[in-house]
């Protein structure tokens, strides 16, 4: 027997295309137009999208909610939440094609939805920004040693920087994710609900329903200096797109270059800033190429215990043994975060990865300068991904090693 309370209620029934659901006319310059995304469960009348808010956070809300440490009917109140600085409106987010993974308005829901908000629709904000300090030894050490300065402002007078971040949920708008893919809308939609086990049945059964707040992790951007300067084509622009790793961003792992070259980026953006540009650092949560970090401790075991040992020649391979593929992180939706920030000119991109560079300028974006990281600053276990990294067409000014050479670059056995 079903009782009252545990009855669910599918949206994916016909009878629940509800004449209250407001339409989404994804890249309408107008926001009026363009309509509010609502995919809160407090009225599920007003839904016009598919999952609900805050990513993978979304399952912890649930689980708050079942604990019964929170309402369902909780609604948040966004006194004071504002942005600390307006982003946009920029003509990328008048272009359907130029944003698909995240909302535009997502920042400003409280003005510019207003009037649905006070009709009682409950739009979320998908979009955060703040301000903050950051302390970080790297920088510290850049100042002790003169790379870098005390201005006051952007580096203040105890060694922290002074950082505008914003907070980007995704929002996907599902037939721009299929044309960036060139994938036919109707098969993305039952391969996303197949493979995430059924979670979202409206994949299938609601096509009128074009977004999908999926349930993944956010993206951060670090700015530097005058947000305004972003924007700005006559500006000076540094920015790196970093993909999370945990390991060795927090933990200092030495077996990769990411906390190194994350330094280095920042490095580099503080003093585009400092001379009147900006800087930008685009930190993605995709962790282990968005394979996870369970597959990546198991490829790092695979890697040190093939027979001759971890070597560049065979770095690429193991993932694919271990994932079935090199890498998940599909770049194609990478460059939306810098089309939110209106950016059409990168002047320096402290970045190697060919894949990010072809995607940044496949989508519109003028790079002017590649910026490897300083060798001096690669940890030696790191030097079996980085020359893998230059033989798989990674950015380099240095001599690409062939298969030879690079049987010869080898890391640390387990037991090392
Ligand atoms: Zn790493």
Redesign the pocket.
């Known amino acids: 027997m079903t009782t009252a309370s545990s009855h669910v209620g599918l949206t994916s029934h016909p009878g629940s295309i509800f004449k209250e659901a407001l339409p989404i006319r994804w890249g309408a310059a107008d926001p009026a137009l363009r309509g509010p995304v609502v995919a809160t469960m407090t009225n599920r009348s007003h839904r016009n999208a598919i999952g609900t808010h805050s990513g993978s956070y979304s399952v912890y809300r649930a689980l708050a909610t079942a604990a019964g440490d929170l309402t369902p009917e909780h609604r948040p109140d966004l006194t004071n939440t504002n942005p600390v600085v307006d982003i946009g409106p920029f003509d990328s987010w008048k272009d359907p094609s130029k944003m698909v993974s995240i909302d535009p308005w997502g920042a400003s829901v409280a003005t510019v939805f207003r009037d649905h908000l006070e009709g009682g629709y409950d739009i979320r904000p998908t979009i955060a920004v703040t301000k903050a300090h950051m302390l970080m030894p790297e920088i510290t050490e850049a100042i002790a040693k003169g790379r870098l300065h005390i201005d006051g402002k952007i580096i203040r007078p105890q060694g922290d920087i002074a950082v505008t971040k914003a907070a980007l949920d995704p929002v996907w708008y599902l037939p721009g994710i299929a044309a960036r893919f060139g994938v036919d809308e109707g098969d993305l939609r039952r391969v996303l609900f197949e493979e995430t086990g059924g979670m979202f049945p409206e994949l299938i059964t609601r096509p009128d329903l074009k977004v999908l707040l999926p349930p993944i992790g956010s993206t951060t951007v670090y700015m530097f200096g005058d947000p305004r300067a972003i924007s700005d084509p006559s500006k000076k622009l540094t920015l790196r797109v970093h993909d999370e790793?945990n390991?060795?961003d927090v933990f200092g792992s030495d077996i990769?270059t990411?906390r190194p070259y994350l330094c280095h980026g920042i490095e580099e953006a503080v003093r585009s800033a400092q001379e009147g540009g900006a800087g930008c650092i685009v930190y993605y949560r995709k962790e282990g190429r968005a394979l996870g970090e369970v597959t990546k401790f198991l490829v790092y075991n695979a890697r040190k215990r093939q027979a001759g040992g971890d070597s560049a020649a065979t770095y690429f391979h193991r993932t694919e043994c271990v994932a079935g593929v090199q890498d998940m992180r599909f770049q194609e939706l990478m460059p939306d975060a810098l089309h939110w920030l209106g950016i059409t000119k990168i002047d320096r991109l402290i970045s190697m990865s060919d894949m990010k560079h072809d995607a940044i300028v496949g989508s519109g974006i003028r790079v002017l300068e590649r910026v490897p990281i300083p060798d001096g600053l690669i940890p030696k276990d790191a030097q079996v991904e980085m020359e893998a990294k230059k033989a798989a067409g990674y950015f380099t000014t240095d001599e690409v090693k062939g298969n030879d050479a690079l049987q010869q670059v080898k890391g640390r056995g387990l037991d090392e």
């Open positions: 790793c390991g060795s990769c990411c």
